[in-house]
């Protein structure tokens, strides 16, 4: 068993202001997605400034944390959320739903494609591998928060969360999902988009590679206590809203690769 790193959720403390890492990990997420973007640009649009690209990563990264956040409001949590509705507001506690912050990206991709002669896809396929820096910097504020531990295990690198009431050494879930969501979905989209592809290859790989990663760490992962398991003691909501993506994931290839012709790849 690996101990568990004592890490103080709160990263600064300037008198009643406090500054968490659950929150700075988004900064990195927003950052690292602006650099690697600043890097494809020419790639994707010679005609874009600068400011273009930081107005398009501001409005996307608003769907990110609005949509998140209602995400896990509407699909992990209403109850809770209806009967204080302040709750809402404290997002340094956790509580993000990447599924709900994926459809706030959605909207945000059509409402500024429109604003900007892009297609939906074009930007999607453009933001794709930006997407996992976000998702990384994410499951390290999960571990750091001590929350969305997995199931008790013997595994050598099982851990004892302080959160956790039982006090078992569990599955270190955020690291997994770090590594498979972060470090391997970030390569795979990366090395992938190096090449032309059609549109809507690399938003299909995305989803696809996505969705695999989480409905399997799903399994040694334990679900929302107000949820529990939806069905069979083993599918969560996770799960749920996973298969829509897998199937959307190879359905777009599918598509891309059976109508659309290799455009120039926005390569890293």
């Known amino acids: 068993m690996l101990p568990y790193p004592q890490i103080d959720p709160v990263a600064l403390a300037i008198g009643p202001l406090k500054i968490h890492w659950y929150g700075l990990m988004y900064l990195v997420g927003i950052g690292g997605a602006w650099l690697l973007a600043s890097r494809r640009l020419n790639r994707f649009d010679p005609t874009w400034t600068k400011e273009k690209l930081s ?63 892009k297609s939906f896809f074009q930007l999607m396929d453009f933001v794709a591998p930006m997407v996992p820096i976000g ?21 050598p690198w099982a851990m004892v969360f ?16 770090f590594a498979l969501e972060g470090v391997a979905l970030f390569l795979i989209l990366w090395l992938f988009s190096r090449k032309p592809r059609p549109t809507m290859a690399v938003s299909g790989m995305f989803a696809l590679f996505y969705g695999i990663f989480r409905f399997i760490v799903e399994f040694v992962r334990v679900p929302d206590a107000q949820l529990g398991y939806l069905a069979w003691n083993w599918l969560t ?14 359905f777009l290839i ?8 290799a455009t120039p790849a926005a390569a890293v």
């Open 237 to 250: 909501m996770g799960q749920v809203l996973c298969v829509p993506m897998i199937v959307g994931g190879l």
């Open 254 to 261: 599918w598509l891309a690769y059976h109508r659309a012709p």
């Open 162 to 177: 302080p959160t956790d009431p039982a006090q078992l050494a569990r599955h270190p879930s955020q690291l997994y999902q």
């Open 55 to 117: 107005d398009m990563v501001f409005w996307m990264s608003m769907g990110v944390i609005v949509g998140g956040r209602l995400g896990y409001v509407l699909f992990y949590d209403l109850h809770a959320y209806l009967a204080n509705p302040a709750l809402i507001f404290e997002v340094w506690k956790g509580g993000m739903s990447f599924h709900g912050g994926f459809i706030g990206v959605m909207l945000a991709a059509l409402w500024f494609g429109k604003k900007n002669n």
């Open 135 to 155: 998702l990384g910097a994410g499951r390290i504020g999960n571990f750091i928060n001590a929350e969305l531990w997995g199931k008790a295990t013997d595994v």
